[in-house]
């Protein structure tokens, strides 16, 4: 099993300011096959980011994702309210999938 | 417009099953991926259970194998989670979600349902 290591755990932030989180592989993702969802409180999650680096249906400008091997980084550029939440990363290399234990990003 | 509606859940003794649906509308099951996730409480995200677009797979994390069986009804356009001997820690909010890309294999879930609480408890 491919496990999936995000860091902080917790991020404090302002609005404007740049968020980067980060997603660690325990093995090398191969094919591109690494995602980011964003999960509100109450909410169903959302995806934002898949195949690295391309964003999904209508998700903003300034969410970005990069990487390669076992490294990644989901980066919002400039951060907006709507943006605090919890956001995961998940990977499909070798069964089972597996999803990181989530960062979450708070108003500082 | 894509839509998941899930359905099913509710609190049952150890050791009982319960079978969960997911009613889709905006696509058909039968030309996507399509999986069931859960998340326990204040937990994060966890995958389940997958059934191929071509119905030809299926998958599950290892601690459900043997217990819980996915699948789907082309003419119904619903997933379902049949889920025997429960334990404990099967206790979560069950979503099903769909591949991104249909007649392929993808696993990026871009649809999700609501979500339905399974509770296990004596």
């Known amino acids: 099993e491919i496990v999936m290591t995000q860091s902080p755990a917790t991020l404090s932030l302002s609005p404007g300011e740049r968020a980067t989180l980060s997603c660690r592989a325990s093995q090398t993702i191969g094919k591109n096959y690494l995602a980011w969802y964003q999960q509100k409180p109450g909410q169903s999650p959302r995806l934002l980011i898949y195949g690295i680096s391309t964003r999904a249906t209508e998700i903003p400008a300034r969410f970005s994702g990069s990487g390669s091997g076992t490294e990644f980084t989901l980066t919002i550029s400039s951060l907006q309210s709507e943006d605090f939440a919890v956001y995961y990363c998940?990977?499909?290399?070798?069964?089972?999938?597996?999803f990181g234990q989530g960062t979450r990003l708070e108003i500082k | 417009q894509v839509q998941l509606v899930e359905s099913g859940g509710g609190v049952v003794q150890p050791g009982r099953s319960l079978r969960l649906s997911c009613a889709a509308s905006?696509?058909?099951?039968?030309?996507?991926?399509m999986h069931w996730l859960r998340q326990a409480p204040g937990k994060g995200l966890e995958w389940v259970a997958m059934i191929s677009y071509d119905a030809t797979q299926t998958h599950y994390i290892d601690s459900v194998k043997g217990r819980f069986s996915i699948s789907r009804d082309g003419s119904k356009n619903t997933l379902y989670l049949q889920m025997n001997s429960l334990r404990a820690e099967d206790t979560a909010v069950y979503y099903c979600a769909k591949d991104l890309f249909g007649s392929r294999w993808c696993n990026y879930f871009d649809s999700w349902g609501q979500g339905s609480l399974v509770t296990v408890s004596s």
């Open positions: 998940q990977q499909y290399t070798n069964w089972p999938i597996t």
């Open positions: 905006g696509f058909t099951v039968n030309t996507h991926g």
